[in-house]
């Protein structure tokens, strides 16, 4: 072999080996690239579940804390032996007007 031939091998060998590092440099780049954007959107997703979730509990905070004001309201008018007020007679005195169950 000549000299020019080994001369072309190495660089044909080298441009290979160059071209193939650099192949792999981009798969990898694309690989990490692929990862980030995959885990930044399943970032979002669970913020967006974060956000419905806590929407979601604030209404049961109110609809607990409401429910619980009917339990409250129930319970003392039974302790105190209230009855619920089914026809209303208004009579009229003097200058007032007065109630009649």
């Keep these: 072999m000549t000299r020019y031939k080994k001369s072309q091998i190495k660089k044909k060998l080298l441009f290979t080996v160059s ?19 995959l885990a930044n959107y399943e970032i979002n997703n669970c913020e ?4 419905q979730l806590s929407a979601t509990n604030e209404e049961l905070k ?7 004001r009917v339990t409250q309201i129930e319970n003392i008018a039974k302790e105190f032996n209230f009855e619920k007020t089914e026809k209303v007679h208004y009579i009229k005195a003097i200058s007032e007007v007065a109630a009649n169950k």
């Design 19 to 37: 071209l193939t590092f650099l192949a792999g440099l981009c798969v990898c780049f694309f690989g990490q690239f692929n990862s980030f954007i």
């Design 48 to 51: 967006k579940q974060i956000n």
């Design 62 to 68: 109110m609809n607990f804390v409401e429910a619980n």
